[in-house]
């Protein structure tokens, strides 16, 4: 079964896309929006991306650590990162994350 994604002019419901699991929202060749569901079990290991990204916080709490620097993140934080930046997170409760990625254009 194809992992349905928002289409272009639709308005979909953050609280529940994709429910209780990582999902894509939007993936097109210029960038990419997940949701991202953090289980309080399951820390992200270290990585990072290419092109910047932008991570808000739509519920929960967690830890989000940028090269070894902790940044919570609640309901309604936000941040940015350059490409390339060494980053993971973790929480105490499920959280859930928007992410987006810009893929680089070479």
């Known amino acids: 079964m194809a992992l ?13 896309f994709g429910e209780q699991r ?8 210029e960038f990419e929006v997940l949701r991202v569901v953090v289980k309080p079990e399951k820390p ?11 991570v808000q916080c739509l519920s929960g709490s967690c830890t ?6 902790p940044n919570p993140l609640t309901p309604g934080s936000w941040l940015f990162l350059s490409g390339g930046t060494l980053h993971t997170l973790e929480s105490q ?3 859930v994350l ?4 810009l893929f680089n254009s070479k």
Do not use: M, R, Y
Request: aromatic content about 6%.
């Open 4 to 16: 349905e994604h928002a289409t272009p002019g639709s308005v979909i419901d953050l609280k529940t």
């Open 22 to 29: 990582t999902t894509a929202v939007v993936k097109q060749p």
């Open 44 to 54: 992200f290991p270290e990585h990072k991306v290419d092109g910047p990204i932008t």
């Open 64 to 69: 989000f650590f940028v090269e070894d620097e």
């Open 93 to 95: 409760e499920e959280c």
């Open 98 to 101: 928007l992410v987006t990625i």
